[in-house]
């Protein structure tokens, strides 16, 4: 039987199922994903999701009317000039809810002009769950689907990721798709996390 991303979607809440779906009518390499799978007999897995916003309380109250809840699970990055937090509901894909600080620490942030740009009723990017991160990154690649880095995470460890090269929209970097091979754990780790978000980046080309 060939899935849909209807079938990915069955039984999610419509707004959690909006989301899904059009991010997945404009994103090639995560239609190329379900492609992949369907040709394999597969199913795919989502993993987790990813919303930028300006005010991630504020944004996420539309989830947590739905059953969504957050646990402190916090992904700080002063730094960097941003910090996101988790939200989850049984049998459903963790929501990664995003924002730049508000104060000078959000200077630099890449996250601000995205949100600005594109708002916050979109996915930046969807995550699937594959057992083996390099040989998926591989298959993906012969059918065509450029990668933006390396995977970050060491072998055998609990969670290695990567993301697909952005697509763009009007000239600026927009929705990735992202592999996720985990371990035992359903965390997030906070040190990969600004990886994974400054390759986000459109890459110039030639």
Known sequence: MTATVADLVAGYEP???A?????FRDNEAARTAL?????????????HMAIRCHRVDERASEFTALGYRYRDELVEYPDQGWWAKVYRKEGRPAIFVDQAY?????????????VDRFGDRVL?????LVPDIDAAKAEMERAGVPFSGAIIGARGTRLRQIFTAAEVRAGEAFTVLELAERRG???FVAEQADGLMQSSRMKKMG
Request: aromatic share 8%; proline share 0%; hydrophobic share 40%.
């Open 15 to 17: 707004t959690v199922s």
């Open 19 to 23: 989301l899904i779906t059009d991010y």
């Open 35 to 47: 492609d992949l799978a369907n040709r394999a007999d597969r199913r795919l897995v989502i993993d």
């Open 102 to 114: 508000e104060d000078d620490r959000g200077r630099e942030s890449l996250l601000r002009a995205w």
């Open 124 to 128: 930046h990017h969807v995550a699937i």
């Open 185 to 187: 754990y359903d965390g």
